[in-house]
């Protein structure tokens, strides 16, 4: 059985859709994709010549990522990548990375990033895995409250939130830049309603200090992202633990770059915190050198944020 390769067309949209409901359980996809006004441009579907139906799927998602300076650069977020089951096996994703490719490098993107837990998929196309660390362990005990009054976040403190983000990440590597239709669609595709995420108030002035994600599934925690003042860390950590206790979780996931803040912070949420090394993100150079790309991703205090994916 054979297949053709080509970019996707407005037709093309309900089949796509089907397609990523049969391989994820992610009805937001649908709605990431229409973030891109060039999205059937950047859409590289393998058509069965047979049935004329799509057999896979390859999205490129562009994006301003910071590099190692802090300096955004256009990137090529790899994703929504899907292949029918029984089409699987045929070398269809590789074709469509190939044209993918092409693509991103004519847009002038200075190099490719995507996240996955089948790395052997990309590798023959180029693309290579680097290494990021997160910190886990048990629940820590209750503990005291802190200095910041913290609640839950809400819709109108959807604006100072993004500038706090902004200013926090204003030189992060690996960091994206969140233009207004991310804050709208992305962010709550993968975070959830805003309620699902806290702020910390100064306790004099009454300003937002600190914003922190947690996600509460399984039997753990998952600190998912922070933007703030350090000093706010203890109160929101001590927050994101209440929750987790309530909830009958016992274990802790921290998701934020390691630093002095945070390290003094972790004992309000952690007990016998331990750093996990893990390799799902992987990079290819396109217009930049491979030293460039590999300065970016393996820069202190480098992260793609979760609520960022493609």
Request: with cysteine; charged share 20%.
């Amino acid at each position: 059985m054979s297949a053709t390769v080509r970019t996707a067309t407005a037709a093309d949209e309900p089949g796509l859709s089907a397609l990523w409901k049969r391989c994820f359980v992610s009805p937001h996809l649908v709605a990431l994709h229409a973030l891109d006004p060039d999205r059937h441009r950047h859409t590289f579907v393998a058509q069965n010549d047979v049935g004329e139906g799509i057999d896979a799927v390859v999205v490129y998602v562009p994006r301003l990522i910071r590099d190692a300076d802090g300096t955004p650069r256009r990137v090529g977020g790899i994703g929504s990548v899907a292949t029918r089951p029984e089409a699987r096996g045929q070398g269809l994703v590789r074709r469509l990375l190939v044209a993918a490719e092409r693509t991103m490098t004519a847009e002038q993107c200075a190099w490719s990033l995507l996240f996955t837990g089948t790395p052997g998929v990309y590798r023959g196309s180029g693309w290579q895995e680097f290494a990021s660390t997160y910190t886990e362990g048990t629940l820590a005990p209750s503990s005291a409250a802190g200095a910041f009054r913290v609640r839950d976040a809400t819709a109108r403190d959807a604006v100072e939130v993004a500038a706090m983000h902004h200013a926090y990440n204003a030189k992060r590597p690996l960091s994206s830049l969140r233009a207004p239709q991310d804050w709208a669609v992305r962010v709550p595709a993968w975070y959830g309603p805003a309620d699902r995420s806290l702020v910390a108030e100064d306790p004099v002035s009454g300003a937002l200090a600190g914003w922190v994600v947690a996600g509460y599934e399984g039997d753990r925690v998952e600190v998912r992202e922070f933007a703030g003042a350090d000093a706010c860390l203890g109160s929101l950590f001590a927050a994101v633990g209440a929750r987790g206790r309530a909830a009958g979780l016992t274990r802790v996931r921290v998701r934020i770059p390691d630093g002095p803040g945070v390290r003094a912070a972790l004992p309000t949420l952690l007990a016998d915190a331990r750093q996990v090394t893990e390799h799902v993100g992987m990079a290819r150079p396109l217009h930049v050198a491979a030293e460039s790309v590999r300065a970016t991703v393996t820069a202190p205090g480098a992260v793609h944020w979760y609520g960022d994916c493609f």
